[in-house]
């Protein structure tokens, strides 16, 4: 698998005026297995980026440029191919895991949705999958959970049960969204390693986008800093962390805790 | 549906022209809707006034334009009383709280199983057809809808920064009602007020339609639909003329209506 | 449990607004004028005849009397005899009931089986030509009174075509296809206002769903469009379609009684308008507090689907 994104621009149609531009020409390659941070405040374009690559951008959005998955463009691709890369290709884990499951379906159908869907599983093999898929997100007692509703979870296993469902095609590139955001900072540790552990696991690449270095750091091989659609710099996550060549990478990093600050100093501390 | 200026202008001018012949009615219509000419009896649009004669030969377009006073008046009499009522309560309801908020919303879940023919049903019997018993009937369902809304809409201001910071300065619940919340609620109520006076216009037709409205010679549109019914193959004008003027006096109001709400909601107003 | 304790407190809810509902009810027709002996012999009958009828049917009781056996027969399914067909009213109710319900039933259906399709499909491609029909549709059906477009339908489709019957109902005992058949065209006026309100309501609905994020995680997991939106979209959008038909049943009650009378279909709107003009006071009585438990058990009903709907619901009280 190789990601390629070649300055690729997106605007928005306005009601009244002419289209907003809010990513500038963002150039990114990531080879199989490699992970990339995207740091930047909201509204950096970040998230933008992401969708643009699962072809999700809503109808209101243009995009320009090129996001080559194995040398064939998304941006080109018609409906039709983009549902058979999504999940199977590329799987996506969004921000709030509060809003991000079907309040009405069980967690277990929805795991299994894409697995009988693209791979024709019967209920009872996808079922099956979906049970071992909660079992390596490391869902207690999962057999019991299986058939719980989103709202009788806690944000940390609805989040868990969100990366199962991004897992459940076994893609070759995981996009996380700002996936530790909305939980609580105990919960967040707990969620990060998991998907750590898998990404290295099952040797797929991904794309994290935070806002909070410390969670890059931990993670990531190389890191993207984005501001209002630019690209401020991109290099290995060590190097753009230590050794910050852009001012607002540095502006950044000056803004965390002293004691988040030291921790990146130190070496794999 | 983002139609604010189509459906404001649109239902303004219907409804401008409503209340226009209604009161054009008072003092002048082609011909006496009451007066019966029997040479023109049953006579199509064209040949005899505008919108042809009915079955003893009266001028259907000034039937229709006194109707539009009956219809008109009935509507915005009942919406009116019953928004009155049903606002205070809400209001009172969202003020007080406890106990009394749940028995008022209690007696209102029994008056909202009560749509107006059934109330017309009950009322006639104790006091036959007529302006009084269909006003009555219209109104006291009226009472739950502004209830329900105004209660909804006031609590929302009861919960604003403004409101407890009146309250922390010690003013009574009465006192914020009339000064806070009835003026941060009005545009909502203004907006059912027209939306309800268009139901008023149907209920009050379906009402005549059955023998339960107004009495004769008072013009009706629902009457002329019943007169109609013996006359369909016959002289199918006289149901067209005033199943039309209902349809689109209620369109009017409710276009009207709509376009209140997406002029004045504060949430649309962002959106756009 | 919880399910159990909510269910015993709205069935307790019920009987409570049901009781005061009968209260009013009985109270305005006690005041109503003229009482039923009188009514019955007719205005010539001699005074002690009629005094004598008045104790036979226990008119001469006092009002708190009358009305415990009242209440007390309507617990035991004795609703009395009408006053003007002197047959006893439960059986004379039950009669029209075989009509208004299954009336209304196949509008109910009808009236779902236009909106929601025309409302989802209105609401997936927003200010296309589908959505603008829709509009039109919802506001032009929302102002239209019912009872002229049974009029029309009676102008247009059986006069001027020639097809089904102008009114008139032959009776269960004529065999399910021709009652049927004199159901359809009051369905289709019943039906028309309703799926005008449940068109718009849907429409808003799957509007405000298909931006929840759920939606997206959906398509991220490789679903289409169209899959998505009723797998995901629609099923999460139909509580406030359901809350809408809930609150749309007073108006299938009365729009009932008015399409009945359209087409002279023997149902109980057309019981309670003709007892009414009758002066048949029993029967209105009991018509009515008919309707109003009919009302209040629907919205018990509407209430238990809410649950079905969004899991969310269970096991709050």
């Excluded at chain 1, 990093?253 to 501390?269: F, H, K, Q």
């Excluded at chain 3, 009336?103 to 927003?126: D, E």
């Excluded at chain 3, 029909?133 to 009029?151: D, E, T």
């Amino acid at each position: 698998m190789m990601l390629s994104i070649e300055n690729l621009r997106v605007s928005f149609a306005r009601e009244h005026g002419d289209p907003v531009e809010v990513v500038h020409g963002i150039n990114v390659t990531l080879d199989k297995g490699e992970t990339l941070g995207i740091v930047g405040e909201s509204g950096s374009g970040k998230s933008v980026l992401s969708l643009a690559t699962m072809g999700l951008l809503p109808r209101t959005a243009t995009a320009s440029g090129k996001i080559l998955l194995d040398g064939e463009d998304i941006l080109s691709m018609s409906e039709r191919q983009l549902c058979r890369v999504r999940g199977r290709k590329i799987g996506m884990i969004f921000q709030e895991p509060m809003t991000a499951l079907n309040p009405s379906m069980r967690v277990g159908a929805q795991i299994a949705e894409g697995l009988r869907l693209s791979q024709g599983l019967s209920r009872r093999a996808a079922r099956a999958e979906a049970l071992r898929l909660l079992d390596m997100v490391k869902i207690p007692r999962a057999a019991d959970r299986i058939d719980s509703f989103p709202h009788e979870m806690s944000g940390g296993q609805r989040q868990r049960v969100g990366i199962a469902i991004a897992l459940a095609l076994k893609p070759e590139l995981l996009i996380a969204d700002e996936p530790t955001t909305a939980l609580d900072v105990t919960v967040q540790a707990e969620v990060l390693d998991i998907l750590d552990e898998l990404v290295s696991e099952l040797g797929i690449s991904l794309i994290l986008i935070s806002h909070d270095l410390g969670v890059i750091a931990r993670i990531t091989d190389r890191t993207l800093v984005m501001y209002r659609g630019d690209e401020m710099e991109q290099g290995e996550t060590e190097q753009v962390l230590r050794r910050p060549a852009h001012a607002y990478t540095r502006k950044l990093i000056s803004a965390l805790p002293n004691r988040v600050r030291s921790a990146l100093e130190t070496p794999d501390g | 549906m983002k139609r604010f200026p189509i459906s404001l202008i649109l239902g303004g001018l219907i409804t401008g022209a409503l209340i226009g012949a209604a009161l054009l009615s008072r003092v002048w219509t082609p011909a006496d809707p009451t007066a019966m000419n029997i040479l023109n009896r049953l006579k199509g649009p064209g040949e005899a006034g505008l919108l042809g004669a009915d079955q003893i030969g009266r001028d259907v377009f000034s039937i229709i334009m006194a109707g539009a006073w009956t219809s008109l008046g009935i509507a915005m009499t009942a919406t009116l009383l019953g928004g009155a009522i049903g606002t205070l309560i809400g209001v009172s309801a969202a003020a007080k709280g406890g106990v009394f908020e749940r028995l008022a919303m209690a007696i209102n879940g029994v008056l909202f199983s009560f749509p107006p023919i059934l109330s017309a049903i009950l009322l006639g019997a104790l006091m036959g057809p007529g302006a009084l018993t269909s006003i009555t009937a219209i109104g006291v369902f009226m009472i739950p809808v502004f209830a329900r809304v105004s209660r909804g809409a006031a609590l929302q201001i009861w919960s604003r920064d403004f409101v407890q910071a009146a309250r922390m300065a010690g003013k009574g619940p009465a006192l914020i009602t009339l000064q806070h919340i009835l003026p941060n609620i009005s545009a909502q109520i203004i907006v059912q007020l027209a939306i309800q006076t268009g139901l008023g216009i149907l209920s009050e037709a379906g009402l005549s339609f059955l023998g339960m409205g107004v009495a004769p010679p008072t013009p009706s549109w629902g009457r002329m639909l019943a007169d109609a019914q013996t006359f369909l193959s016959s002289a199918p004008h006289l149901v067209l003329a005033p199943g039309l003027a209902i349809a689109l006096a209620v369109l009017g109001l409710n276009l009207l209506g709509d376009g209140l709400r997406d002029l004045t909601d504060p949430r649309r107003r962002q959106a756009s | 449990m919880p399910a159990l304790k909510k269910l015993s407190r709205q069935i307790g809810g019920l009987v409570i607004t049901l009781w005061i509902a009968s209260l009013v009810i009985f109270l305005l027709i006690e005041a109503a004028p003229g009482d039923a002996a009188s009514i019955m012999l007719g205005t010539n009958a001699a005074p002690d005849t009629v005094a004598a009828l008045r104790s036979e049917l226990g008119l001469d009781r006092p009002l708190l009397w009358r009305y415990a056996g009242w209440l007390g027969g309507v617990l035991s399914g004795d609703l009395g005899t009408s006053y003007t067909y002197g047959v006893p009213v439960a059986g004379l109710i039950a009669d029209r009931l075989a009509v208004t319900v299954p009336l209304t039933l196949i509008a109910t259906l009808l009236s779902i089986l236009i909106s929601l399709p025309l409302g989802v499909w209105a609401a997936n491609r927003p200010n296309g030509p589908v959505d603008t029909l829709a509009s039109l549709f919802s506001q032009v059906g929302i102002a239209v009174p019912n009872f002229w477009i049974g009029l029309l339908l009676i102008l247009g489709v059986a006069l001027g075509l020639g097809w089904l019957t102008p009114g008139g109902f032959p009776g269960w005992q004529a065999g399910i296809g021709a009652a049927f058949e004199a159901l359809i065209l009051p369905s289709i006026a019943l039906a028309v206002p309703q799926s005008a309100v449940l068109t718009r309501v849907t429409r808003a609905a799957v509007i405000e769903v298909t931006n929840e994020d759920f939606v997206r995680t959906a398509r991220a997991k490789g679903l289409s469009r169209g899959r998505a939106l009723w797998r995901h979209t629609v099923p999460n959008a139909l509580l406030p379609v359901v809350t809408m038909l809930g609150l749309q049943i007073p108006f299938l009650i009365s729009g009932a009684v008015l399409v009945e009378n359209v087409f002279t279909l023997p149902g109980i709107g057309t019981l309670a308008y003709q007892a009414l003009s009758q002066r048949d006071l029993i029967v209105v009585q009991n018509v009515v507090l008919m309707f109003t438990l009919i009302v209040m058990v629907v919205n018990l009903i509407v209430d238990a689907l809410y649950t079905v709907l969004d899991p969310r619901l269970r096991g709050r009280v």
